[in-house]
């Protein structure tokens, strides 16, 4: 069973900086889609950011100019770069592959907290 493992979470203030990092327990191969997704209390889970294999990337229009997303395809690991940040970015964030080798995979890890003070 493959794990996603996040880091990079906490607590930053208005204007700061953080940088979410996700990495796969073990190798696999054909990972189309790497994304990060965010859940804030009393919300949906939704898109913040994802790119393909090919690194083309897709924002939300809430973070666009101030994330950014990028992926390492030998490591297996997938960043966001969170500059700019605002109290409304609170969130839990989660990372997500999907891929397809035989049948579809879609990993999740198991999210990581990031807290903006105003």
């Known amino acids: 069973q493959v794990q996603l493992v996040e880091s990079g979470g906490g607590l930053v203030q208005a204007g700061g900086s953080l940088r979410l990092s996700c990495a796969a327990s073990r190798r696999i191969f054909s990972i189309n889609t790497m994304g990060w997704y965010r859940q804030a209390p009393g919300k949906q889970r939704e898109l913040v950011a994802d790119i393909t294999s090919d690194h083309s990337t897709n924002y939300s229009d809430s973070v666009k100019g101030r994330f950014t997303i990028s992926r390492d395809n030998v490591e297996n690991t997938v960043y966001l770069q969170m500059d700019s940040l605002k109290p409304e970015d609170t969130a839990i964030y989660y990372c997500?592959?999907?891929?397809?080798?035989?049948?579809?995979?879609?990993?999740w890890g198991q999210g990581t907290q990031v807290t903006v003070s105003s």
């Open positions: 997500n592959f999907r891929g397809h080798i035989f049948k579809p995979f879609d990993y």
